[in-house]
């Protein structure tokens, strides 16, 4: 008693304190708060915007002038070409298809070779002035293929500058890349859970929901037959007999010690079924697929594959809106729809992969233990 | 009766049958049938891709001289058809034509995978290491791109070798770096580093001491320190301690014998029972006196964890200091020795009491070793294929994170050396990028508490502040 008193005595003391100065406090709060929230989550996408934004200012100023360089050297050397077959022709007074033919093949087949280390030092095939690769657009699609690892290629850089910078680019901003995902996913998880979980309530006879109650009821028995009264009924020992995962903790406290079948789960934890999530990734790919095929005229099987290839963040490069040999108007467009498409499809994996993670734990975790693989503890080989 | 002696057989010889199947696949799914699975699929993979485009790559290789021929006619028939050849013509149309056949040289390049290779060369973009390669960077989602399908049939092939393989090859290089993590931390410990071992030995025993006394003496350090100064066992113990340190000191670098010690038990005995002259050593008494003749470490643990209780004041007492070193290096072996149970009485690494700080391998050895390995991949490579060595790092560098360009690749085609030998540098290429990631994998394990405390800290700085001025 004494002890409660002295403990009301501070309280009341710290609400004292607290009335004299309440706005400077609140605004400190504000601010703490205000940081915080910048911190986690629109700072943190508008970090990783402005990261991107940055690097493709540094890329483009630095590789630019280099592309402009190559593109020159290109035009050169055919004209170069074309002189030495001038230079052929001029010389033999009487043209013999054969000789002519020998000499001017030799010719050709250089051209071609230097041609295609050209192409591979960067060269696009598109003429000097033409929309260039490194346009801000570009720059942008580049950097942004950097930070999430997909890494093209079709545009790379070519410049040791431009290689140095690639690489700080690259270790600062893939792990800031990984924290925006994270970030994004676990929002995003967090919401679609909510909206979901709104929706299933319109829909109690959900056959889904009727297979995870019978897991649960199955759950219940066993609380009821341990615990006809008391509160905290499963000692731990209890508990991993029942190879209870953490979130089935969760539902056994929350249950009364009744015995229902329809219980309202909305309150632990909503888990959003595989197939959900798997439509939605497909549904986005094949979204892109279309949208990407219309414009590129590539079919739908090119675009799906390319929207596969880049959200899986393998990236081959060998595919790419905007990038087609003849230089196409609205290319810049293109490029930064590209670049959208990227973000917002990154960011909905990750959503999916936050959803679908606990299930797919659960159930590869039911299936080990049915096969017998699983046994009750896992992890036997941590040990030294 | 017959029938059901043979039931009984039947029945006997299906659960075998079950057990093996499950030793299979529980042998499968273990850490090494994962990497095991995660090669074989790799293997499985090059295999198809093999199949499925080398037939592509010899057709556009025909293509592309193809085109060269039909140029070379095209600007025949321009230089036959004029009678009088006038420069600015004929350069002018030739120009145009030339144009035209670097427009197709460029597609063939960059849309459908033409290496320059022709069609006679021996070598294929799409042989087994060069397919190996390539569903190497598609299931650790490098993916260059140099190689890459260009048959419907290979695309989709692609994107279903990747939903399963991706995974596989995640869980694979995941068992790899834990793997790697322990061997590192093993040889870091035992091999590397002798001397921090020792001192990490001593910090963490002044550290344990000054926890317990504020734990469980928070005011009362001035009156122990009195009545131990009063006692005339003080000097005895301090001797016996300076001995027991030179003799501990002695078996602490000879790993063998600090398990089990009956000197040292018979020592800590003295110290106990020296340290019961004290009126708390009540408890201590309690507690030894409950131990039977071969001792369990456990009790022996407690019962010195109760001495260092009592007979603590301050850390900067030196004599007392050095009893709990013998104390504790006595009944503490290195927990990270493996020579365990002489005599079955050894505590694991489970039942030391202490944290498992000194387990952690420093950041700096990590990032050290990461850097290394690139540099020493960048040598490789710049040698190998004649790069410089800027060109060699940003490649190890953009391959180990996965970023993957594709436009720098180890083994592909180079005009200007021409060389033959592309098949096994694309071998080496694929065990430097299989070991570079289960590298990054074992650095990530190793630094990640790390990490994720500096992280905390730096969190709970930007929200401590502010509480402080608020209290």
Known sequence: MALERKRSTKRSGSRYSGKKRPPVNKCKTCCRKFTAFMFSHVGLCGLVVGYTIMGAFAFRALEAPYEEEKAGEVTDMRQKTVRRLWDITYDLNVLYKDNWTHLVAAEIKRFQSDLIAAVKDGYDGKELGAVQQWSFSGAFLYSLTVITTIGYGNIAPRTNWGKLVTIVYAIVGIPLMLLYLTNIGDILAKSFRYVYGRMCTCKPSDPYRRGRNVENYRVQHVVAHNSPGRQNALEPGVQDKLHVHPEDEVRIEAIPNELHEDLDYQKPRVSVPITLCLVIMVSYISGGAVIFSLWEGWGFLDGSYFCFVTLSTIGFGDLVPGDSVVSDRGSQEKLVICSLYLLIGMALIAMCFNLMQEEVINKVRNCGRRVGIIKDTDDDDDLA | ?471
């Open chain 2, 1 to 471: 009766m017959l029938q059901d002696l043979e039931n009984h057989e039947e029945a006997a010889r299906k659960t075998r049958w079950k057990h093996c199947l499950r030793l299979v696949a529980a042998y499968l799914f273990s850490d090494v049938g994962v990497c095991g699975l995660a090669v074989s699929y790799a293997m499985l993979g090059a295999l198809v891709f093999e199949a499925l485009e080398t037939r592509h790559e010899l057709a556009e290789r025909e293509h592309v001289r193809q085109h060269r021929a039909d140029c070379m006619r095209d600007l025949w028939r321009i230089t036959n058809k004029l009678n009088v050849l006038y420069e600015a013509n004929w350069t002018l149309a030739v120009g145009g034509r030339l144009r035209e056949f670097e427009q197709t040289v460029v597609n063939a390049v960059r849309n459908e995978g033409y290496d320059g290779r022709e069609v006679e060369a021996l070598e294929l973009q799409w042989s087994f290491p060069g397919a190996l390669l390539y569903s190497l960077t598609v299931i650790t989602t490098i993916g260059y791109g140099n190689t890459a399908p260009k048959t419907s049939l290979g695309k989709v092939l692609t994107v279903l070798y990747a939903t399963v393989g991706i995974p596989l090859m995640f869980l694979c290089l995941l068992n790899a770096g834990h793997l790697f993590a322990r061997i590192f931390k093993f040889s870091y410990f035992h091999v590397l580093c002798v001397q921090c071992r020792q001192r990490a030995r001593i910090s963490k025993v002044r550290e344990a001491v000054r926890v317990m006394l504020y734990k469980h003496f928070p005011g009362n350090s001035s009156t122990t320190r009195n009545q131990q100064q009063t006692t005339d066992g003080n000097l005895e113990p301090s001797a016996t301690s300076q001995q027991l340190n030179g003799q501990v000191e002695q078996q602490a670098t000879d790993s063998d014998r600090l398990c089990t010690d009956n000197e040292e038990l018979g020592v800590t005995d003295n110290l106990i029972t020296s340290a019961s002259e004290n009126e708390r050593s009540t408890a201590a008494q309690s507690v030894v006196s409950s131990r039977d003749s071969d001792s369990s470490r456990h009790e022996l643990v407690e019962a010195n964890d109760v001495v260092l209780e009592e007979s603590l004041t301050d850390s900067s007492d030196i004599s007392i200091e050095s009893r709990l070193h013998n104390t504790n290096s006595s009944s503490f072996p290195p927990p990270f020795s493996d020579h365990t149970n002489l005599d079955g009485t050894c505590p694991n690494k489970e039942d030391n009491p202490r944290p498992k700080e000194e387990e952690r391998v420093p950041v700096y050895v990590v990032m050290l070793f990461i850097t290394g390995y690139i540099f020493v991949g960048a040598i490789m490579f710049s040698v190998g294929e004649n790069w410089n060595f800027i060109d060699a790092v940003y490649f190890c560098l953009t391959a180990l994170s996965t970023v993957g360009f594709g436009n720098l690749v180890p083994g592909s085609y180079d005009f200007n050396t021409q060389s033959q030998s592309a098949q096994t540098r694309l071998i080496i290429c694929c065990f430097y990028l299989i070991f570079g990631l289960a590298v990054v994998l074992m650095s990530y394990n190793l630094i990640q508490e790390e990490i994720m405390l500096k992280f905390k800290r730096i969190s709970r700085n930007l929200k401590i502040m502010p509480q402080n001025e608020k209290s």
